[in-house]
Structures are given as C-alpha cells and as structure tokens.
C-alpha cells in the first residue's frame, strides 16, 4: 500500500502527506523558499534554529513577541498551501558576545576555523552552568513555547542536539546536580514546554551518536535510545525526528556522497531504527533520502515520515512530482554539499549547483 500521501497526525495536529522538510539553515530568512517547498506540497516545513533567548545576528527567534510578524507570514504561506511549520526551539549554548565577534572577524578567519572556535567554546558549557542557570534555560523553552502558541504554531520541534545534546552526552556533562542524570535536563525541558503550552504538538528531534565508528558527540548513545525515549515519551514528547548526532563536524551530519561510512540512501536508517524499536510515538528519518520507492519502503517498516533537507533544495517539487508520478522530471539532489553547507561555511544564502545550472540555462 501507499502510504507517502496518507493524512498522519503529530500529537493531535493533521498533516496531510508524510513529507517534512527537515529543519534546514537557508543563510537568510527564506520566506519566498518556504513559499516554493509549500507550493511543492511539502505536509511540514520545520523552521530551523529558532532561539530561545534573543538570537546572534537577528535571526527570527521567539523569546518574544518580535518576530510575530514574520512567523506568521510563513504560517499563511504554508497553510494556503495545506502545509503546517514548525519552529525549531533551540538555546545557542555559546559565549554569545564571543561568536558575535567572531562572526564579524570571519572574512578574516574563514567559515571553517569560525565553526571550529565555535565549537570549541561550546566545550565546558553544560558543565559550567549553575543549577539555577540550568533552571533558567528551561523557562526560556516554556516561555518560547507559550509564544510559539501565540504566533499561531501548532507544532514546535525540541532540538535535541545543541545544549539538550550536551547535556544527553556523557561526553560534555559530567554534573553532579539532577541534572547529572544524562536524560534529566531533555526531559525537564518538553515537560516545562508541554505545561506551557499543553495545545502545542511536541516534536522532538533525537540525536544519536556511536562509538564504534565514532560518529557525533553531543546526543544519545545508540544503546541509551530506550532510556532517553521511554523519558522523553513520559515528559510529553508526542514524535521524534532522528538524525545523528552533533558536535563534531558537519561533514558526519550533513554527509555528503562521498562520506566514507554514512553512504547511500537512508545512512540515518540504523539511527532510527533503534528509535522505531521502542518508541510508540511517529517517527521521521532524515538521511538522503530522495526516491519515492525508498521513502515507502520506509513507511512499510514503520516510520510515519520521511524528512528531506537537500532533496527539497534541489528540487522544492519533489513532493508533487512523485504524487503525479512525474519522477523522471525531478532533480536529484547529487550529495555534492556544494551550494548548501558550502552555502553556510561561507555565510552565503544556502543554494545548489543544479538549480543555478539550470537557471542559467534558462536565461
Ligand atoms: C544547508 C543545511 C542546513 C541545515 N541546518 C540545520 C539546522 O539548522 N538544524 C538542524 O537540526 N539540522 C540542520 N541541517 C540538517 C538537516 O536537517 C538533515 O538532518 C541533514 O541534512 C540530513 O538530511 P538530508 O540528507 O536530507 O539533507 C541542515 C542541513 C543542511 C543541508
């Protein structure tokens, strides 16, 4: 049976295909994008990185009420078009005026060595947090949630990774407070978040590493995925999202064709299967995934959604292409990471090689 464009539910929100647009950084605020993937026929489009506290450089964020407007733009743009949208609630768990600087020194320095002081000072953060500082964050996600609502979301997507994955990895937090206790501070946050706003849809987006290959940093070990699920399901999350976990290096999240060991179709699929085994919530897989018979395959093992980032770069359309059988007219994403983590290495709007090719072939 087919089951891509059959309605499916998050929480008690319908969506009414199994398509997501994984959250993706477009470099800009991406209005006229969103536009084209919800024409494309996309069922949910995930904002991604939306702050809790006010953001670095003024991107949308909903610690409070300012960016209204321009959520609400895109909550229009998508439900004109049937499609819902989700923000993506994060807390940037770094020396704020530090990366400001850096960012302004980054002709200078360069996308990569700005992304690897980055990192650098997320080391130590988790740990150097008071309790009452841990505490604080927490509201921030309450209070963002409650906002969310507000603005007019339905859905808010928790992102496991960042701060929630350092605080989920025994590799950045060594606490000896509650939240020592590797899935306490995850699970404080989607209760504070379901209390705040008990109407709101709770994705959750599950990060997960292993170590042997060693692959990610922040977010759950492989054989901690029941534990953190189990919690995370008690706490209010109503879905997962799976995708490997972060704090390493793009290249292991965002992995591009040639990547030694996450090759292929699906090279997220272990990740989620080890979700899919003991959760009782949907589950969305990202991970190249970008042909219809491979996306219902895995809807026939039990994911209830395929979540796309490159793919819908490439080709917004996809979605209506595989609905009217048009798959030999879809541009398929190469892997090649050229235009889009090229995109953000460099701070430059995220595009791709295929689409610019073919709009030069047009002019
Ligand atoms: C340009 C770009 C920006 C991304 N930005 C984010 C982000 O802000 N938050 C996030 O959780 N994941 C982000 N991702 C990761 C995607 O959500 C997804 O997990 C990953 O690209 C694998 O899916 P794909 O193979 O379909 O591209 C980004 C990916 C790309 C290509």
Redesign the pocket.
Same mark, same amino acid.
């Given at each position: 049976m087919e089951r891509l464009f059959t309605l499916a539910k998050i929480g008690t929100v319908e969506l009414k295909n199994r398509i997501v647009f994984?959250?993706?950084?477009l470099g800009e605020r991406g209005t006229e994008f969103y536009r084209e993937i919800a024409e494309g026929g996309t069922g949910l489009i995930i904002l991604?990185?939306v702050a809790v506290q006010p953001s670095m450089l003024g991107a949308p964020s909903l610690d409070s009420e300012r960016f209204f407007p321009y959520f609400r733009q895109i909550l229009e743009i998508c439900r004109e078009n049937g499609c819902e949208a989700a923000p993506?609630l994060f807390f940037q768990e770094y020396d704020l005026a530090y990366v400001g600087s850096l960012f302004r020194q980054r002709m200078s320095l360069g996308g990569d060595e700005v992304r690897r002081k980055m990192a650098e000072n997320v080391n130590g953060y988790c740990d150097s947090l008071t309790t009452e500082q841990a505490e604080e964050i927490i509201s921030r996600f309450a209070v963002a949630a409650g906002n969310a609502q507000s603005a007019g979301f339905r859905i808010v997507q928790i992102?496991g990774?960042r701060l929630l994955g350092s605080f989920s990895s025994a590799l950045f937090n060594h606490r000896t407070d509650r939240y020592g206790e590797l899935t306490a501070f995850p699970a404080a946050v989607v209760r504070a978040v379901k209390e705040a706003a008990p109407d709101l849809a709770i994705d959750y987006?599950l990060t997960v590493r292993t170590e042997e290959p060693a692959l990610g940093r922040g977010g759950v070990l492989i054989s901690e995925v029941p534990c953190f699920v189990k919690a995370l399901e008690e706490a209010g999350a109503d879905s997962f999202h799976v995708?490997i976990a972060n704090h390493s290096n793009l290249r292991d999240? !965002?992995p591009s064709a040639g990547h030694p060991l996450l090759q292929g179709e699906g090279c997220f699929r272990h990740l989620g299967e080890a979700v899919l085994s003991c959760s009782s919530r949907p589950v969305c897989l990202?991970?190249?995934?970008q042909h219809r018979q491979f996306a219902e395959e895995l809807l026939e093992q039990g994911f209830a959604f395929a979540?796309?980032?490159?793919?819908l770069?490439a080709d917004p359309r996809w979605p209506e292409k595989v609905r009217e059988g048009k798959e030999n007219e879809i541009r398929y994403c190469t892997y090649c990471n050229q235009r889009?983590?090229g995109? !953000?290495m460099k701070n430059q709007p995220?595009s791709c090689i295929l689409r610019e090719s073919e709009d030069r072939k047009e002019k």
């Open positions: 994984a959250p993706t950084s991604p990185d993506q992102h990774d987006k995708a999240t !965002i990202v991970g190249k995934i979540g796309l980032s490159r793919q770069i889009c983590v995109g !953000i995220v």
